[in-house]
């Protein structure tokens, strides 16, 4: 007891040390920020970030954490609304949407007068909402702000804007006629709107949208070509009005091709690719190209939706964006293979599989750049309490009556930071901890066995050994189906087990076309099962049918037998490899040093997957491998929690 009670003062004695140490770091934070505030003008900061806000988020969020210390250190409650308008602003730009809902909030309450009246700048917080809750889809909250908005501003351009920002709520609601009336109501003459001929524009895209959706198909590209015409009489088309333009096309591309009016929709895609040739936009051109491609298919012209897509391909190739060139080339490759061309269809997978590993690394690239830009805006978050604790530490300093009362209160406070530091410390460490092992997953998942592919293509080069090319050819064509497969779901953690079924089905086609002398096989799947809602993790089985047919069955001197069934069984799905091949034991005497390492590493991947479902999907995946009696064969059963597609298990 007496340790216990030494050690808890000592523990006392050191929370006191910290807490008097936090306190002064926090009034140090504030009289820095106090003692800048003469130096360092809270405007001239604001600008500097607007200016940065496009092109440097990063340096935009430092200038205004550092115009919000000031503003608080001083009591400015109108700057702080500033700082949190601009907050908003840069969140919208790095499509933060709830970050910027919540930070126009912030500004809203700060610029709201209590003896009446409203800013220009209120209202900029109000239209900042509306815009992020339509990114948000809440189509009831955009439309309350932009209302509110539009009733308090005076200002021409901005109630443009509003107007047309009510019509794209509506026309998200799929409320057309609505839309189109919220246009109507705009004043599109250059003397109430300065920049008017780049808004009409952008409201001319609009109205075409909407009548693309009212099926009146002539008007809206009547209005479209419109657009294109006005752009290119333009010397500088600005952001906005270009993406507005695209967006339209592709409304008016897709009503199109839902009707089957596919020369319409060729002819629109051809006016774009002119346009954006001209404007040097050679990605919105590639696009188009694929979009055209694939409308030549559906039109029953092959060769055309070729050259098309192919043509794409190189212009992507050039681009160097392995978004772009990821998505020409799965086209491609679905078209080679739907037009029996096999061989090119399986080199555009390897293509496509290479940009995807591409896109994935710019991916990693792009979140982890966002990751240190929202790791700022946590600062800023906390900026406030920090401050505002720095001014009642230095108030309380005064009051030395009250000495031992703040040191409890700040006792206190330092335990709940501690608490509250400990367990975002853990969280972030947990959060860490689950992407590292989702990164591992993915790596593990991608891997298809090489052994398998090595046989595969010395089975293709036996068929054409042995001049067979109509085997070769058939062989080929249903090991690059089988390759698009495991392709298109590496990057899922969870497939339907309709797909994995697919997949198994194909690969023991595949099997027991070379080793047909070998074994049969069997595939029952539980009716109890709805294989199109259920979800398991992708190529989990496949080893252990492999390891069936190689290591068991094809030493067998008669014909054997492979079963693969799929049951129900306690609320779990089991999926069963059984087969009645030489057994474990025989199949190990007989492996060379080469075989031994492959299967060995093969089991390693499946349990190393295994083990990580188990840790970041809090489930109880597990594998029970049996010999059968007297050598005669081997039993695999892999337990898997039922699991939906809505994820819940």
């Known amino acids: 007891m007496r340790h216990r009670i030494v050690i808890a003062f000592c523990f006392l004695g050191i929370l006191l040390w910290t807490t008097g140490y936090g306190q002064a770091s926090k009034k140090d934070s504030y009289s820095k920020f ?45 700057n ?23 930070n126009y909030g912030h500004a809203r309450e700060k610029f709201l007068n209590p003896k009446g009246g409203y800013s220009d700048e209120y209202v900029r917080a109000v239209q900042g909402m509306g815009n992020t809750a339509l990114k948000l889809g809440q189509y009831s909250e955009a439309l309350q702000y932009f209302e509110e908005a539009l009733q308090l501003s005076k200002n021409a351009n901005q109630k443009a804007t509003l107007q047309l920002s009510l019509s794209e709520v509506y026309y998200q609601m799929e409320r057309y006629q609505e839309a189109l009336d919220a ?23 609009q109205e075409a949208k909407i009548y693309a959706r009212l099926n009146d198909l002539d008007k809206s590209k009547a209005l479209f070509d419109n657009s ?8 500088d088309v600005s952001p906005e009005e270009d993406q507005s333009l695209q967006k339209t096309k592709e409304e008016i591309a897709g009503v199109f091709r839902s009707q089957n009016r596919y020369d319409d929709e060729i002819d629109l895609r051809n006016k774009s690719i002119e346009y954006n040739l001209e404007s040097n936009n050679f990605s919105e ?19 055309a939706a070729l050259r098309a897509i192919e043509e794409a391909t190189r212009m992507a190739d ?39 590993n591409q896109a994935d690394s710019l991916n990693e690239l792009q979140r982890l750049q966002q990751a240190r830009i929202l790791n700022i805006q946590k600062d800023i978050t906390e900026l406030s309490k920090n401050v505002s604790l720095g001014k009642q530490e230095e108030s309380l300093e005064l009051a030395t009556v009250a000495r031992q009362r703040i040191i409890i209160y700040g006792l206190l406070a330092l335990l709940l930071v501690i608490g509250t530091t400990s367990y975002f410390t853990y969280k972030n460490a947990q959060a860490s901890k689950v ?20 046989n595969a293509l010395n089975s293709v080069n036996h068929f054409i050994a042995q001049q067979d090319e109509r085997a070769a050819n058939k062989f080929l064509s249903e090991f690059s189906q089988l390759m698009r497969l495991v392709l298109e779901n590496s990057q899922e953690d969870f497939i339907p087990l309709q797909q994995e079924q697919d997949i198994l089905s194909l690969y023991l086609k595949l099997e027991h076309y070379r ?26 089985i496949q080893p252990y049918i492999e390891n069936a047919v190689w290591h068991g069955l094809r030493y067998r001197e008669e014909k054997g037998h492979l079963s693969l069934r799929f049951i129900k069984d306690n609320g779990q799905l089991v999926v069963e490899i059984k087969d009645n091949g030489i057994g474990r034991k025989r199949s190990a005497a007989l492996k060379t040093a080469q075989q031994k390492k492959h299967r060995s590493t093969g089991l390693k991947n499946i349990r190393e997957r295994l083990d990580i479902l188990n840790k970041v999907y809090k489930t109880h995946y597990r594998v029970a491998i049996d010999d059968l009696p007297e050598g005669s064969g081997t039993e695999v059963r892999v337990y898997l929690p039922m699991k939906n597609h809505t994820g819940s298990l």
Not at 323 to 343: D, I, P, R, W
Request: with cysteine; charged share 25%.
């Open 183 to 205: 246009l109507k109501e705009i004043d599109l003459s250059p003397k109430k709107i300065a920049s008017s001929n780049s808004f009409s524009n952008q409201a001319n895209n």
């Open 80 to 102: 702080e609304g500033r700082c949190y308008l601009l907050l908003g602003e840069i969140n919208e730009g790095l499509q933060e949407w709830k970050l910027a809902l919540d």
């Open 435 to 454: 992407a590292n092992q989702l990164l591992a997953l993915k790596s593990l998942r991608s891997q298809m066995n090489p052994h398998f592919i090595f």
């Open 285 to 303: 051109v590639t696009k188009d190209k694929v979009e055209i491609g694939k409308t030549l298919d559906a039109k029953g012209e092959p060769r």
């Open 34 to 78: 106090k003692s800048n505030s003469s130096r360092q003008s809270v405007t001239v900061l604001l600008n500097e970030a607007s200016g940065l806000k496009d092109k440097d988020p990063q340096g935009a969020l430092s200038k205004v954490q550092e115009a919000l210390g000031l503003s608080l250190a001083n009591g400015e409650s109108f």
């Open 228 to 235: 294109v015409n006005t752009l290119r009489q333009t010397k």
């Open 515 to 540: 080793f047909r002398d070998k074994f049969d096989y069997t595939i029952d799947v539980d009716a109890s099962l709805n294989t199109e809602a259920m979800e398991v993790p992708p190529m989990l």
């Open 318 to 356: 050039t681009l160097h964006n392995p978004k772009e060139q990821m998505y020409a080339y799965q086209t491609l490759a679905n078209l080679y293979e739907k037009n029996g061309m096999t061989s090119k269809a399986l080199d555009a997978y390897h293509k496509f599989s290479f940009h995807v």
